[in-house]
């Protein structure tokens, strides 16, 4: 006789990047255990490749997981995971005053969602030349090591990685025409305050984020944290 099939519901989620609702299921112990491995490594690799692994089996509508948006793959994952285990987690927190690691519930519920300005992905460098900017994609973080994008060779590969287009009052140079020494030579021809505008992008850039508020259990100081991005929700 052949054992009963569970029943798994079915949730939706508006992904800004994509401008529509995405269909999913919670994931499965299975998936859960692919995921506990993961953490339990420390490796970027595995970590960023069991998300992936998990969104591609859980979201039931056709999505390119690889270039969807960052912001797009957190908002994804932190939905499977409130529907597949629950609303709270537990994270642990440094005290900005004595150090102290401090384990904090973390409602899911309460993470904003992220929103997009088109009008920030035009980055004007002088009063008629600019940048046209994408979001750097899942794929392109999974090129990177984190050590990597806190240098500056890392990331000014990155934004090579995000340009569009260059253009002026007269043209426009799509990226793809261009070989990477034009744009390293095109970038490296900016001043610093240009170079603070195209900066400041990545900065702006959307993310999944929220303030957390604790006592410290070990100095009792008052705490104020912002956690951002998907890692941060699970340290």
């Not at 499965?28 to 490749?49: F, Y």
């Not at 934004?159 to 095109?186: T, V, W, Y």
């Not at 603070?196 to 705490?223: Q, R, S, V, Y």
Request: charged residues 30%; negative net charge; contains cysteine.
């Amino acid at each position: 006789m052949a054992l009963p099939q569970l029943n798994t519901a079915t949730y939706s989620v508006y992904v800004p990047g994509l401008g529509k609702d995405v269909s999913f299921r919670p994931y499965l112990v299975k998936e859960e255990k692919i995921l506990m491995l993961a953490m339990e490594s420390n490796d970027q690799k595995m970590i960023l490749k069991a998300v992936k692994d998990i969104i591609q089996a859980c979201v039931m509508d056709d999505v390119d997981v690889d270039n969807l948006a960052v912001f797009d793959v957190e908002l994804l994952f932190i939905n499977l995971r409130q529907k597949s285990v629950g609303e709270g987690i537990d994270v642990n927190i440094k005290c900005t005053e004595c150090g102290t690691e401090n384990p904090v519930e973390l409602d899911l519920d309460k993470i904003d969602v992220p929103e997009i300005d088109q009008e920030k992905l035009v980055v004007m460098l002088t009063e008629d030349v600019g940048l046209q900017m994408r979001y750097p994609s899942f794929k392109d973080i999974q090129r990177f090591k984190p050590e990597e994008l806190e240098k500056i060779d890392g990331i000014m590969a990155l934004l090579q990685e995000c340009i569009m287009s260059i253009f002026d009052s007269d043209e426009i140079h799509e990226a793809d025409s261009l070989s990477k020494k034009e744009l390293e030579e095109f970038i490296n021809g900016m001043n610093s305050e240009q170079f603070a505008k195209l900066g400041g992008f990545f900065n702006d850039m959307p993310a999944l984020k929220t303030e957390i508020k604790f006592k410290c259990a070990h100095c009792e100081a008052e705490n104020l944290h912002e956690l951002r991005g998907i890692q941060s929700f699970f340290t």
